[in-house]
């Protein structure tokens, strides 16, 4: 069973940092192209930064510079680091996988979300 079970939320002042988790288990990690998600109250859900299966990098221009995607392959992880936080940060993350099933099927799952939130 395929599940991704993000970690790592929680209320910080701005400036600060946060590390967000993302573990995946059900044997898609390898194939995974892995992306984190945003999604504040009243607005609709974007990508915040995207890690392909080639190592390619892609990351939201408000975030450039202050946030990190990275992934521990030995522990089917991938983490977000967000330094210097702001209040416009705010939102449920959530941790998304794309990719294909060895027979040809494409798959696409996602997290339950874990909330930021940046006070002033």
């Known amino acids: 069973q395929v599940q991704l079970v993000e970690s790592g939320g929680g209320l910080v002042q701005a400036g600060g940092s946060l590390r967000l988790s993302c573990v995946v288990s059900g044997g898609i990690f390898s194939r995974s192209n892995m992306g984190w998600y945003r999604q504040a109250p009243g607005k609709q859900r974007e990508l915040v930064a995207s890690?392909?299966?080639?190592?390619?990098?892609n990351y939201l221009d408000s975030v450039k510079g202050r946030f990190t995607i990275t992934k521990d392959n030995a522990k089917n992880t991938v983490h977000l680091q967000m330094n210097s936080l702001k209040p416009e940060d705010t939102a449920v993350y959530y941790c998304?996988?794309?990719?294909?099933?060895?027979?040809?099927?494409?798959?696409?799952?996602w997290g339950q979300g874990t909330q930021v939130t940046v006070s002033s």
């Open positions: 998304n996988a794309v990719g294909r099933w060895a027979q040809g099927r494409d798959f696409d799952y």
């Open positions: 890690l392909t299966t080639g190592g390619y990098i």
